[in-house]
């Protein structure tokens, strides 16, 4: 996320109680997760395994909990808790604002388009030209949606991230990353009854355009999808997934956060992608395998008493 | 679907830009798929291999992209590109329109029937008498309910059909093939919460007398459900399927489209069935086969590496 | 279910046509299922070889197909239909009471609660303060919910249980067993968007304090959910499993009913848990064993044409 206005790293450290090291005049221009950091963003670390890996990404304002050297032109924030002060920085910036009404004031609404009864449209919302939102959509704030975008019923479009940090040492283990991405929803996508896409932790969740989505299908956090799939229903993207263009994932799939599938993949039903997979081919199992080899590894398995008998004289289980 | 009046096909000639080959004279009486028409139906065909299929259906009026002989009494309307003459005829006869209200004042509600709040009921809805619809649920127009029927919260019942046509030399590649037919749920049957069924591409969504299903189910375009059937949560049935009467479902099964299931048949859960099975039986796996010989399966791939051991001395991976 | 005021053994034998045995003169304080009962309670048993654990549970109450031995200081209400007789008294002490808005009047919600637009609240729903109910939410009549807790769009909490007694000899063949439980949601829990939390037959659904549910999860009727546990997308629980604390669920992961899964255990995604396992441990597979060996199981599978090769001397399919 970029702020609106540039915010000093003076104020930062006051507001988080944190301690001033290396430049101590600039000014940070967003704040984003580690691997969505651009130049100007506040980050922050708290293993310190990760510490060269943050010191020398891209942002320039590090909350961390050790007094390290601090890279020329940089700002460290120093506390004892980053994570707890980064997400105070995102709720200071990214509130959680109720609404007083079904369409917020602040959203636009395109030309033709129809907003059905018991839609839900929230605050800095976009909504483009000649869409169709069914009934009792959900949009969560800031959520950007194109032209000829049909929405079906039931839809929940810019949850927050499913995201916490474990606490061994609390009653109450998990600690809420509080997000600030958004949902961007390109040209011409169709998505079916009941689904689900969560906003980005920091960046955007994406789905590219001419992208059809099917009933009850779950969009994680962040997961950028390329133009052209097709996912049927019931089908899950993890967390920060990205699908390449023209991916076609048959009923009851499943992949798995932080990987990618390559352009024109096609995954068949009730798969599980557990990492990366090439495009332009085909793919099944839990965990999937290249859909030819894996047909015939079942029937390989039929042919275990054949072996059997041979070797033992008796197919007896 | 059927037309509430007939059509000339001089009219849909024009309408469609087509050239009338044939009979120049007659009335359509309807629109479908190729594997539902009627006499009277308006169909089309735009790939070679399947024009005798076409040709020689039930269907009275074919649009098609080729202008062929054309069979006694019947009318080709010639276009390049049936597939958008199609959906323009389907539009015209069946156009989406907006909702002024949750309620319309078209639907018709029976005696004894609570809607809670947030219920969305379309134009031309039937719901019988005795139901519970319970809060935040969506019935898209033209969906027919009948009697004693529970249908609860955040369900959505007559989204449209899953199913495109690609064109893999646009930019955007899938063209909607869009529904006109309808949901029809007949007396008895539950609906847990969160459940979608989509109308049918051109025929009817058939959920039976006495069936019973679960949360989060997702019912694809056409499917023909039987009676008394028993669905657990997250199960998918995929477009035109057919469920004979009695069929029970475990949780989180997929069924494949284009298939039938047999009277009675039980289906264990997170199985995936991808082509007909006979009615009576238990089935297991993904894919799915007889539920005992599965299992026995499975007790096999555990002795593999004794077999390995006593052919190459070790057991080692 | 406990009964606001204690109900008398022959009101209940009058309105229901039972037949009194055993003391006449005592008073039922709730109804439940056998395996929930208590001190006071109803409960029913309609197969012969039940009735011993029925007639020596903790039930007061016993409704019954047969006039058998009533056992010292117990009422037995005999009757052809105590499934039927269960049924009415549970819809007169627990009826569907219509709603008259989207939030009951008799519902209270505490300090510092934000109801987003086109939320639902139930009669005698209570929830605490501090809380987010996104749009669209649905919560049925009597549900609890504690303080800081988080409900995503969509959801639906407190749907009835799916469960039925068949009855082949009619037509319509299942019979709704009408559920008079509740949900019970402790502090600092988080929902996602379109999860369903169905509530108990007659006890209670709980999801334990800090616990956290992403999207499209389903948790069936009088499931226990501990503290601390994690469930990732489009997860489901079968009826009355018991989920200890500290345990992470995978996305799409099925859990059969009647189980109870350790604490701490981890279950990878899309495997299927069908029986009780043990805490501590990481499963995988459908059906899932311990994630190890069933992994080194794949490896094994892939060696079966070396096996064949080795034997027959080819390894053609």
Known sequence: MKFEQPVSVQWLAEYTGAKLVGNTTQEATGI?????????????????KYYNACLNSAATIIIINKEVECPEGKTLLVTDDPFTAYVKIVKRF????????????????????????????????????????HPNVTIYDHTEIGDNVIIHAGCVIGADAFYFKRRRDRA?????????????????????????????????????????????????????????????????????????????????????????????????AQSGIPASVEGGKTYFGSPAGEAKPKMRELAWIKRIPDLWEKIYGNKSL
């Open 32 to 48: 984003n997760e580690i691997h969505k950091v651009t130049n100007g963003d506040i980050s922050f670390v708290d293993f310190e």
């Open 94 to 133: 990214r509130p959680f604002e109720p609404a007083s009404s079904m369409v917020s004031e602040t959203a636009v609404i395109g030309e033709g388009t129809h907003l059905q009864p018991g839609v839900f449209v929230g605050n800095h919302v976009t909504i483009g030209r000649n869409c169709i939102i």
């Open 172 to 268: 109450v283990q998990y600690d809420k990353l509080e997000s600030c991405g958004r949902v961007i929803i390109h040209n011409d996508v169709e998505i079916g009854a009941g689904t689900t896409i969560d906003k980005g932790v920091s960046g955007d969740t994406i789905i590219g355009e001419g992208t059809k989505l099917d009933n009850h299908i779950h969009i994680g956090h962040g997961a950028v999808i390329g133009r052209n799939c097709l996912f049927a229903a019931q089908t899950g993207i993890g967390g920060k997934a990205i699908i390449e263009d023209e991916v076609i994932l048959w009923g009851q799939v499943g992949v798995s956060k932080d990987l990618t599938i390559g352009k024109g993949a096609v995954v068949l």
